[in-house]
C-alpha cells in the first residue's frame, strides 16, 4: 500500500494516477483509491466515475471512490455483526455526529477500506489469515490534503487510545499494525519546488518520523521547471548570447527574458530540493512541469516511465 500524501494542489493524483499505470504496464495488479468520494481518477482517464464499487481505468488498473458513509456502514455492519445494532446506535442522530467529530470514525474506516482491499484474495477469500494471492498487488491511496491525510493516518491509534477494548479497538489495532508494516506500507510525499509546499513537506515528515507508525517511502517534487540549457557549453556562452539579444531588441530580446525567467524559476526549484535533500535524507525524484490540458493518459505513463526509474 502506498498513501501518496501532500498539500493541496501539488498534484498527488498525477502522481498516484502514474504510479498506477507503472504498475500495471509492469504487469500487477493495481487500485487507486480515493478520500471523500473523490472521483478525480475518472476525469484524469476519461472515464465515468467509478463510485463505490471498483472500476477499470486500464489494463491491470482500477479505481474506487472510498464514500464515508457506505464505508462506516459496511465496517461497522461487519464488525458489530448485526446492521440491528449498527441501525439503533450509529444511525442515531445524536450518536452518529458525536462518533465521527470525536472519534475520528470517518477516517478510521477510511482507511480501514483500504486494509480490506489489501486482505481480499484472487479466489474471492477474504481477511487476515486468508491465503492465496492478493487481489491487488499494489493499493495507491490519493490522499486529502496534508493535515487530513496525515489524520487518516493517525486514526487507529486514535480509535485505540478512546476505546481501550472491544471489537473498535480490535479493528483499529489491525490496521495501525498494518500500517507499521513496513513491507507492506508507506508513504510517498508530494511537493512542488516552492516555499510552502517544501515547508509543509518538511513538517509532515517530521510527523510521521516522530510518530513512527508508517515507513516514508520518498519524496516526489512534482511540476520542476527543466534546466534552460542542456550542456556545459551553451551556459558558458549564455553571457554573450543575452547581451546580443538585448542589444538586437524586438523578438531576441523578449526570448532573452523568457531564458532569464526560466533560469530564475530553475534556480529557485534548486534551492527548494537542495533544502529537501539536506532536511530529510530522504529518496527523491523530479517530475517535469506539464500544463493541465497536455495531462491525458499517454502524459501520464511518460510520467510513470521517469518514476519508474526511482521505483
Given at each position: 500500500?502506498?498513501?501518496?500524501?501532500?498539500?493541496?494542489?501539488?498534484?498527488?493524483?498525477?502522481?498516484?494516477?502514474?504510479?498506477?499505470?507503472?504498475?500495471?504496464?509492469?504487469?500487477?495488479?493495481?487500485?487507486?483509491?480515493?478520500?471523500?468520494?473523490?472521483?478525480?481518477?475518472?476525469?484524469?482517464?476519461?472515464?465515468?466515475?467509478?463510485?463505490?464499487?471498483?472500476?477499470?481505468?486500464?489494463?491491470?488498473?482500477?479505481?474506487?471512490?472510498?464514500?464515508?458513509?457506505?464505508?462506516?456502514e459496511e465496517y461497522l455492519v461487519?464488525?458489530?455483526?448485526?446492521?440491528?445494532?449498527?441501525?439503533?446506535?450509529?444511525?442515531?442522530?445524536?450518536?452518529?455526529?458525536?462518533?465521527?467529530?470525536?472519534?475520528?470514525?470517518?477516517?478510521?474506516?477510511?482507511?480501514?477500506?483500504?486494509?480490506?482491499?489489501?486482505?481480499?484474495?484472487?479466489?474471492?477469500?477474504?481477511?487476515?489469515?486468508?491465503?492465496?494471492?492478493?487481489?491487488?498487488?499494489?493499493?495507491?491511496?490519493?490522499?486529502?490534503?496534508?493535515?487530513?491525510?496525515?489524520?487518516?493516518?493517525?486514526?487507529?491509534?486514535?480509535?485505540?487510545?478512546?476505546?481501550?477494548?472491544?471489537?473498535?479497538?480490535?479493528?483499529?489495532?489491525?490496521?495501525?499494525?498494518?500500517?507499521?508494516?513496513?513491507?507492506?506500507?508507506?508513504?510517498?510525499?508530494?511537493?512542488?519546488?516552492?516555499?510552502?509546499?517544501?515547508?509543509?513537506?518538511?513538517?509532515?515528515?517530521?510527523?510521521?518520523?516522530?510518530?513512527?507508525?508508517?515507513?516514508?517511502?520518498?519524496?516526489?517534487?512534482?511540476?520542476?521547471?527543466?534546466?534552460?540549457?542542456?550542456d556545459p557549453a551553451t551556459a558558458?556562452?549564455?553571457?554573450?548570447?543575452?547581451?546580443?539579444?538585448?542589444?538586437?531588441?524586438?523578438?531576441?530580446?523578449?526570448?532573452?527574458?523568457?531564458?532569464?525567467?526560466?533560469?530564475?524559476?530553475?534556480?529557485?526549484?534548486?534551492?527548494?530540493?537542495?533544502?529537501?535533500?539536506?532536511?530529510?535524507?530522504?529518496p527523491l525524484i523530479e517530475l517535469?512541469?506539464?500544463?493541465?490540458?497536455?495531462?491525458?493518459?499517454?502524459?501520464?505513463?511518460?510520467?510513470?516511465?521517469?518514476?519508474?526509474?526511482?521505483?
Open positions: 500500500m502506498l498513501f501518496v500524501l501532500g498539500k493541496g494542489g501539488v498534484g498527488k493524483s498525477v502522481v498516484s494516477a502514474s504510479l498506477g499505470l507503472l504498475a500495471a504496464e509492469r504487469g500487477r495488479r493495481a487500485i487507486i483509491t480515493e478520500a471523500a468520494g473523490a472521483e478525480t481518477m475518472a476525469a484524469l482517464f476519461d472515464r465515468e466515475p467509478v463510485g463505490y464499487t471498483p472500476g477499470r481505468l486500464a489494463t491491470n488498473l482500477q479505481a474506487l471512490s472510498i464514500q464515508p458513509g457506505a464505508a462506516v461487519r464488525t458489530l455483526k448485526f446492521r440491528l445494532v449498527y441501525e439503533m446506535v450509529f444511525r442515531n442522530r445524536f450518536v452518529e455526529p458525536f462518533m465521527s467529530a470525536v472519534m475520528g470514525l470517518s477516517d478510521l474506516i477510511t482507511v480501514g477500506k483500504v486494509m480490506d482491499l489489501e486482505w481480499e484474495r484472487v479466489d474471492g477469500s477474504f481477511g487476515p489469515d486468508a491465503e492465496g494471492p492478493n487481489k491487488y498487488d499494489l493499493i495507491i491511496v490519493d490522499s486529502p490534503a496534508t493535515g487530513h491525510g496525515l489524520s487518516l493516518l493517525r486514526s487507529p491509534q486514535a480509535m485505540m487510545d478512546v476505546t481501550r477494548v472491544g471489537p473498535l479497538f480490535n479493528n483499529a489495532r489491525l490496521i495501525r499494525d498494518l500500517l507499521a508494516d513496513e513491507q507492506k506500507t508507506g508513504v510517498v510525499l508530494v511537493t512542488l519546488a516552492e516555499d510552502m509546499p517544501v515547508s509543509e513537506t518538511i513538517q509532515a515528515a517530521t510527523e510521521l518520523r516522530e510518530r513512527g507508525n508508517v515507513h516514508i517511502s520518498g519524496i516526489v517534487v512534482n511540476g520542476v521547471v527543466p534546466p534552460v540549457f542542456d558558458e556562452c549564455w553571457d554573450r548570447v543575452r547581451r546580443q539579444g538585448l542589444e538586437l531588441g524586438g523578438a531576441a530580446a523578449e526570448s532573452v527574458r523568457d531564458a532569464e525567467r526560466s533560469l530564475r524559476d530553475r534556480n529557485r526549484a534548486e534551492e527548494h530540493i537542495a533544502r529537501l535533500r539536506e532536511t530529510l535524507g530522504l517535469p512541469l506539464l500544463s493541465k490540458r497536455d495531462l491525458d493518459a499517454k502524459a501520464l505513463a511518460e510520467l510513470g516511465t521517469v518514476l519508474g526509474a526511482w521505483s
